[in-house]
């Protein structure tokens, strides 16, 4: 008898984790639509001879474009042994199978096959490849923002590696680290420390760079060893703060990475509501941190309001702007009208002959803050404006109320638009289709636009829904984009 219970029950471990290993826990499968746009791309590559050895590098940064339905194209600038900066463009075919898994194939502009891997639900993706040339490895991430010079600001921490060398022949190894200042408009100068194996040296270097639209720069400088360094590199994140490089002077060729060394300066300018960053459109009012950024406290104290408090000033792509506050570590002013949404606007501040750094801003075309007081509770009033709505004086379901926003985007403008002045009198409604919601219940929304004779101030007047008595999160949506979502009493 125990030899037999003892049979049956191995027999039923065996059954189990014969079922156990038939069975998998995923999170999906991939395709090939999974890499769709613009994503970065650095590419190293390594030459071997006919016995092994290795013979000539290769160094590219650039980017990789995948049409989500099996084209690609990569294109950036590399350096080798035997050449700098050179432009490139490959294109060709790529294939992801359902684990992941799969293939780029080069046919113009290369001849290379790749091993390709898509993953983080195709936000990146990693290659392993060959031509006749070079043995390869690649990556690349689509966290690409809307660029312009103003994007590198402040500054970054850097690291790279590469080859020195003599002509066109490589003689050894070598890495550098150091930190970079951008000042935004187009100057930049490093401090670090270059290790080229028999030497080290601690270096300086000067000069400028420039960033296109689609996050591709370059930069030269020169050091204080007196050696010209052309610069190729591609910036990524959602605020700029990262980039991929590729150096090169007469004698060493490197490639490396740098990152934001505090926070980026493009998160220190958000909408003035909800604080939230990128999400000022055209005529919304925005908020600016930093430090010493006026003498002392100062606000507008009447309209059109002033592009000058005390000493300050900001200027969005050159132009002065309508400030309504400003002390030592704050600003906010309107966004202009006519500064395009969907596109990078440059922010300067000026303090008396003190000049800032220059901030990139990304401009969006709608982006709604819902105003908050106290405990991040929404700015809701009766429709009579006099009450404001709270724990103790809460609104009752069917009654008429008002939250006030801003950052509700293009209007049909009931009068003219002018920046820093009074907004016209009569309704000017939002163009872009706008819905509001309590506690996740759709409210019916009797108007959405601006508030006449406000500046940069919008406001939804809206019937609060049939809800129980409590506390409920409201949210505005305007052209697809919602706003943040603070709380207002219902009983």
């Known amino acids: ?75 950036g600038t590399y350096n080798t042994n035997l050449v700098s900066n050179k432009a490139f463009t490959y294109a060709g075919v790529y294939t992801v199978a359902s684990n992941c898994a799969g293939t780029v194939v080069l046919t113009q502009g290369s001849t290379a096959t790749f091993a390709l891997i898509d993953y983080a639900s195709g936000n990146s993706f990693g290659m392993t490849g060959s031509d006749a040339n070079y043995v390869y490895s690649g990556a690349g991430g689509n966290t690409i923002p809307l660029c312009a010079t103003a994007t590198l600001s402040g500054g970054y921490s850097f690291d790279a590696t590469g080859f020195t060398l003599s002509g066109t022949t490589q003689t050894g190894s070598g890495d550098e680290a150091g930190v ?54 591609i910036v990524s994140g959602a605020f700029g703060q990262n980039f991929n490089y590729i150096a090169s002077n007469a004698g060493f060729v490197r490639s ?97 002959t003190s000049i800032s750094n220059a901030v990139a801003m990304y401009v969006p075309a709608t982006a709604p803050g819902i105003s908050v007081y106290g405990n991040n509770r929404a700015v809701v009033v009766d429709k009579d404006n006099v009450t404001v709505n709270s724990p103790t004086a809460p609104a009752s379901p069917g009654d008429e109320v008002v ?16 920046t820093g002045a009074a907004s016209p009198s009569g309704l000017s409604p939002v163009t872009s289709p706008s819905s509001l919601t309590v506690g996740g219940a759709t409210s019916k929304v009797l108007y959405m636009g601006l508030t006449p004779q406000g500046v940069g101030l919008y406001q939804a007047n809206f019937v609060v829904p049939q809800l129980a008595a409590g506390t409920y999160p409201v949210v505005i949506t305007i052209g697809g984009q919602a706003s943040n979502n603070p709380v207002m009493t219902v009983k």
């Open 256 to 352: 490396g990475a740098a990152h934001s060394s505090l926070t980026n300066p493009s998160e220190a300018i958000g909408n003035v509501a909800s604080y939230v960053v990128n999400s000022t459109p055209p005529g919304s009012v925005f908020a600016l941190f930093g430090v010493n950024l006026a003498t002392k406290t100062a606000s507008a104290l009447s309209v059109p309001l002033p592009t000058t408090l005390l000493n300050t000033s900001v200027t969005v792509n050159g132009t002065s702007v309508p400030l309504f506050y400003a002390d030592t570590g704050q600003i906010n002013a309107q966004m202009p009208w006519d500064v395009p949404g969907n596109s990078v606007a440059t922010v300067i501040v000026k303090n008396g």
């Open 403 to 418: 939250v006030f926003f801003t950052g509700g985007g293009p209007v049909q403008p009931s009068g003219k638009l002018v």
């Open 180 to 233: 970079a200042q951008f000042d935004g408009q187009g100057n930049v100068k490093a401090t670090y420390v270059q290790d080229l194996g028999s030497t080290s040296m601690s270096l300086t270097a000067t000069g400028t760079y420039s960033v296109a639209s689609s996050c591709l720069g370059t930069a030269t400088l020169s050091d204080s060893s007196g050696k010209s360094n052309s610069y190729s590199f």
């Open 1 to 75: 008898m125990n030899t037999t219970r003892t049979s049956s029950l191995a027999i039923a471990v065996c059954a189990l984790a014969s079922a156990a290993f038939a069975q998998s826990i995923t999170g999906g499968t991939c395709a090939a639509s999974d890499l769709s746009g613009p994503y970065t791309l650095t590419l190293s590559g390594r030459n071997l001879s006919t016995a092994g050895a290795f013979a000539g590098s290769y160094q590219a940064v650039g980017t990789a474009n995948f049409d989500g339905q099996g084209k690609v194209t990569l294109s």
